[in-house]
């Protein structure tokens, strides 16, 4: 844009890195609500920092209820929340930090994006797998019932798609193995990313 600089810093990404000994890396949980995609990005969040790493995470309501409040839950409006979303957890990668964002992210194009800014390099997509009659049984937010009453509109799985990735990094199934499965197998499958080399 003109008139805008990106300003350089004295301290780079790569001695945040080296001070916290891990490479920084976005996971991105992608699922219908009630896939557990916020409960499996905790429970990642809570193990990696049992290990000494350095994490944040970004959760959908969390950023919706803050940066996000003045989005709605249109097309356009999914899209810039995904957009600023991105340009946060870039952010939080420049500082060193694993993000772990669980957000719906319904559209494989939005996803892309978001691989587009973050860097291919620095983005991992897990894919949390569960079938929506799972999701609805769940339905710990109640939000299912209402959208099939008429009472939510534009609700992921119900009036308005779901994009399932088709070549996720991760893809774990919540419906078949626990919590605490699924949590070693993205972190099994990321420990060659983060560590500092």
């Known amino acids: 844009m003109k008139n ?3 300003q350089e810093t004295l301290v780079s990404r790569k001695d945040r890195l080296k001070l916290k000994n ?3 890396v976005v996971l991105w949980f992608t699922g219908l609500s009630g896939s557990g995609k916020s409960t499996l990005a905790s429970k990642v969040n809570s193990d990696l920092y049992s290990r000494g790493n350095n994490c ?4 959908g309501d969390n950023i919706r209820l803050g940066i996000n409040s003045d989005l709605d839950f249109t097309d356009k409006g999914r ?3 995904i957009r ?7 952010l939080f ?3 060193g930090e694993i993000v772990l964002c669980s957000f719906v992210s319904p559209f494989k194009e939005d996803r892309e994006q978001a691989r587009k800014i973050i860097g291919e390099e620095n983005f991992v ?3 949390v ?3 929506i009659i799972e999701c609805e049984k769940r339905d710990v937010k109640g939000l299912y019932k209402r959208a099939r009453n008429g009472e939510i509109k534009h609700f992921t799985g119900i009036d308005s798609p779901y994009e399932a990735p088709t070549n996720p990094e991760i893809e774990v199934l919540t419906h078949k193995y626990s919590i605490d499965e699924c949590s070693d197998v993205v972190i099994n499958n990321i420990l060659n990313k983060i560590e500092f080399k």
């Not at 944040?56 to 959760?59: I, K, T």
């Open 4 to 6: 805008l600089f990106e």
């Open 22 to 24: 891990q490479n920084s």
């Open 56 to 59: 944040y995470m970004l959760d």
């Open 79 to 81: 899209k810039e929340n």
């Open 84 to 90: 600023r979303i991105a340009e946060v957890a870039k």
């Open 93 to 95: 990668v420049d500082a």
């Open 125 to 127: 997509e897990v894919f």
């Open 129 to 131: 797998n569960c079938p």
